[in-house]
């Protein structure tokens, strides 16, 4: 199948929770974080909000004034978890997989650039990626729709052949926002619960719904008359 046929021509992947599984890591940092600036020993369950937004939105919550040292504090408190951090099983089969069907693979995340290159980057599926937006590309972020709109203008596609992946419901909304079709990685959020136009139970899932997709829009094309 040509790369004129795929309904898709880029997939494009949030990191947290969709490519790296960092909630253990994120969550139980935050919490130490949180206890260090506030005194306040706060459950974990009651941290889930921060899965999915910017580090500095999440401790906005908190009232926090020096949002730069905290993060600073939070990033250090994290790279006490790293043992726990990893790429969730059928990631590089699936980037291989897209990379050899002639797919563009690229990240929109809520990390900031120094974060992806801390947290990411030591992971040999780096490479796969040509194109990275992190927060720092924008002044808006998750969930609204400017860190895609800023990957449509990089890679130079137009939003219908952009196929997003996250995991979490600001990664849905920020997709929705930019006119770009969703699909939901249920193996890093653990729910079907938030609106998607697919549903992934496990990362190669994606090639048997994308492979699908491209043999129908194939048919529609072979059966027109002339």
Known sequence: MTVREMKYKQIVFDIDGTLID???AVLHSLQETLKTLCGEDIPIEELNYALGITGADALKKFHIEDIPSALDLWN???RKYNDTIKVFNGIPELL????ESGYGIGIVTSKTREEYEKDFVPFEVYQYF????CANDTSEHKPMPAPLFKYMKLAEEDHNKI???GDSIYDGMCAR???VDFALAVWGSHTQSIQADYYLK???DLMMIINEVDYKK???ISQQPG
């Open 22 to 24: 960092t909630e253990y």
């Open 76 to 78: 250090k408190n994290m």
């Open 96 to 99: 291989a997989s897209l990379s």
């Open 130 to 133: 040509s194109t990275v937006i």
């Open 163 to 165: 196929l997003y992946v």
């Open 177 to 179: 926002s930019a006119g």
């Open 202 to 204: 496990k990362p190669l």
């Open 218 to 220: 194939h048919l529609r």
